[in-house]
């Protein structure tokens, strides 16, 4: 997912006066709406000369053209180009950006879908008990979900990995963490599933990185991970990818096991469910894979 960023009206008048620049104050330009709307006040404060309607303007201009779907309905239905604040064609920028006019419209429109539901379900959203509940559910689904403030899957949270201090190195070269607790939500059903993992990995020799990973890096990892639409099968495995990316291990073997609240067997609902992944150097998975499931299975 694209990191969120705020545009402020500093900078939406700074990128007004460039599109100013560019088209001059000769053509009469129509804001699209919504965005555009506002584009267009903030050009008019400028000098330009705004047209009321599509079929009196020469331009169209719009805050984003993010698809470009936009820009061409308005090329098919009124002849017009479009100029935007931004563009994502541009290739200069990648966040999402978030305009002054939409701040907090992203969390409406999430308590909105979720009032909607309440309906669909037969249930009456204005009752005392539910009213609150739309703000609730998103308040809830901020942290449940907090994994996508984090960089997508496999790269997720390897920072995390590269900015901890390292912890000196104990005697033994295979390092255990046991019952790293996660609350996690199923992508088949969005529903929750919860449980524990075990790692265990056997320290790189050498190297700047040696050193063992401490258990509160661990579990921030694991959350980072977790808090996101996902399965046990890819968290455990996206676990042991970024711990043994991290260049501090050898070879890691992660273990997990969750109870699931889903609708049907292919989440093993109702029951504990095992997975397990595992990463070595090629060639060597054999021995190390049977020194690390000792280990977690032994040292109790
Ligand atoms: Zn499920």
Redesign the pocket.
């Known amino acids: 997912m694209r990191k969120q960023r705020q545009v402020s009206w500093e900078e939406v008048t700074q990128s007004a006066q460039r599109l100013f620049d560019r088209c001059g104050p000769e053509p009469r330009l129509w804001g699209i709406p919504r965005g555009g709307t506002y584009v267009s006040a903030v050009l008019a404060g400028l000098g330009a000369r705004i047209a009321p309607t599509p079929q009196d303007a020469d331009l169209a201009v719009d805050d984003i053209i993010d698809s470009g779907r936009t820009a061409a309905r308005i090329k098919a239905e009124f002849g017009l180009e479009t100029l935007a604040l931004y563009d994502r064609a541009s290739g200069t920028f990648d966040e999402w950006l978030v305009f002054p006019w939409e701040a907090g419209k992203l969390e409406l429109d999430a308590r909105d879908t979720i009032t909607r539901l309440i309906q669909q379900l037969g249930d009456d959203p204005n009752r005392p008990g539910l009213r609150k509940t739309p703000e609730r559910v998103v308040n809830g689904w901020r942290q449940r979900f907090s994994g996508y403030r984090h960089a997508r899957n496999g790269a997720a949270a390897l920072h995390l990995l590269e900015d901890a201090t390292e912890e000196p190195g104990g005697n033994a070269d295979i390092d255990i963490i046991r019952g790293i607790e996660f609350h996690s939500t199923?992508e088949?059903?969005i529903?929750p599933f919860h449980g524990a993992l075990d790692i265990a990995w056997r320290r790189r020799d050498g190297g700047a990185r040696r050193g063992s990973i401490s258990a509160s890096t661990m579990a921030r990892l694991v959350n980072a991970h977790a808090r996101r639409l996902t399965t046990q099968e890819q968290l455990t495995a996206q676990v042991a990818r970024a711990i043994a990316g991290s260049g501090r291990a050898h070879a890691v073997l992660v273990r997990s096991t969750a109870s699931?609240l889903?609708a049907d067997g292919e989440?093993q609902t109702g029951v504990e469910s095992i997975r397990e992944a595992l990463h070595s150097p090629p060639g060597t998975a054999g021995g190390i894979e049977t020194q690390l499931r000792e280990a977690l299975t032994e040292r109790r």
């Open positions: 199923c088949r059903h529903q699931h889903c989440c």
